[in-house]
C-alpha cells in the first residue's frame, strides 16, 4: 500500500498548504516576518497567534485616535515622531513581538524602526476586545512595561473609559496616571500637551452610526 497521504478533498481544509509552512512552536523571526498572511498575527518564541478580526467601532476608534495623534505632532514641534496603527509587528523582545492598535514613535527613537517592525515604541493604545478584556488589562499591560514601553493607553468601550498608565524610569511596571470617564479628558505624560475627551472617542456619529 502506498504511503503517501491522500490530497485535501472538497469540503476539507487544504491540508497541503500547512504543509509549506513550519509546524507550531518551530517558527522562527524570519519566517514570522515573511508571513503575508492578511490577518493579525502575533508571535512568542515559535508559535503564530491569529488574532480575530477587529470590529467596525474598534477600528474607527483606532483610526480616531490615531488621527488626533498625527494632527498633534504636526502642529508640535517637541511632539515630532510617526504613528501608525495595526497592523505593524513590534518587537518587545527576542522572540516576541505584538500587534498594537495604535503605536507612537519619537523623533529621538526613529533608529529603531525598520521597514518591517519596529523594536519597541514610546507609547501605544489598545482598544478592548469584549470577547477577551484580560487580554489587554493584563497580559498586554506586563508584556509592554516588561518591554519598557513608556506610555500605554486601555480604550473601554464596555465602559466608556480610557486609562494611562505610565511606566518609572527605574521599574519594569505600570502606574495608573489617570482613568477617565465620559465628560473627562485624558491626557498623555508621553506625549506632553497631548489630550482627548473621552466622549468625544465613543459618541462620534462616525463610530455609533
Not at 498575527?41 to 491569529?50: K, P, R, T
Not at 474607527?60 to 488621527?67: D, P
Not at 496616571?177 to 500637551?193: E, H, I, K, V, W
Request: hydrophobic share 35%; glycine share 6%.
Amino acid at each position: 500500500m502506498s504511503s503517501e497521504p491522500r490530497a485535501s478533498r472538497i469540503g476539507e481544509p487544504t491540508w497541503e498548504i500547512a504543509k509549506l509552512y513550519p509546524r507550531q512552536g518551530a517558527w522562527s523571526e524570519s519566517d514570522y516576518l515573511g508571513l503575508d498572511a492578511g490577518r493579525l498575527v502575533e508571535f512568542e518564541n515559535g508559535v503564530l497567534e491569529i488574532l480575530r478580526m477587529p470590529t467596525e467601532l474598534h477600528q474607527a476608534i483606532s483610526l480616531f485616535l490615531w488621527l488626533q495623534i498625527r494632527n498633534f505632532i504636526d502642529t508640535h514641534s517637541h511632539a515630532k515622531g510617526v504613528c501608525l496603527v495595526a497592523p505593524l509587528p513590534v518587537r518587545l523582545w527576542d522572540g516576541k513581538f505584538r500587534e498594537p492598535d495604535v503605536l507612537y514613535m519619537s523623533a529621538e527613537n526613529r533608529t529603531q524602526r525598520t521597514p518591517k517592525f519596529w523594536k519597541g515604541a514610546d507609547l501605544v493604545m489598545e482598544i478592548v476586545s469584549e470577547s477577551d478584556p484580560d487580554r489587554d488589562w493584563i497580559e498586554k499591560r506586563y508584556d509592554y512595561a516588561k518591554a519598557g514601553i513608556t506610555e500605554y493607553w486601555i480604550v473601554d468601550p464596555r465602559d466608556r473609559s480610557i486609562t494611562v498608565l505610565g511606566l518609572a524610569e527605574s521599574e519594569s511596571s505600570y502606574h495608573e496616571l489617570s482613568r477617565n470617564f465620559d465628560g473627562q479628558t485624558a491626557s498623555s505624560r508621553q506625549l506632553d500637551g497631548f489630550a482627548v475627551g473621552v466622549s468625544t472617542v465613543f459618541d462620534r456619529p462616525e463610530v455609533i452610526q
